[in-house]
């Protein structure tokens, strides 16, 4: 459960400061990087599984 708000929260904070980018203009290209790596962590976090407690008989 804490991967999936972590995730998420990775990847709305990420998306919104690439909007802002988008929209306030100047240089874009050096400045991208850092939200896109946030949302590629993000991205990570959220498929990567946690270790699955099976019962064992």
Known sequence: M???IIGTI???VSGAIIVLLLTGGGPILP????????AV???IVLTIGGKVNQ???
């Open 31 to 38: 400045h991208i990087i850092g939200p896109s790596i946030l």
């Open 41 to 43: 962590v993000g991205v």
């Open 2 to 4: 804490k991967r999936k």
């Open 10 to 12: 990775l990847i709305v």
């Open 55 to 57: 019962p064992t008989n």
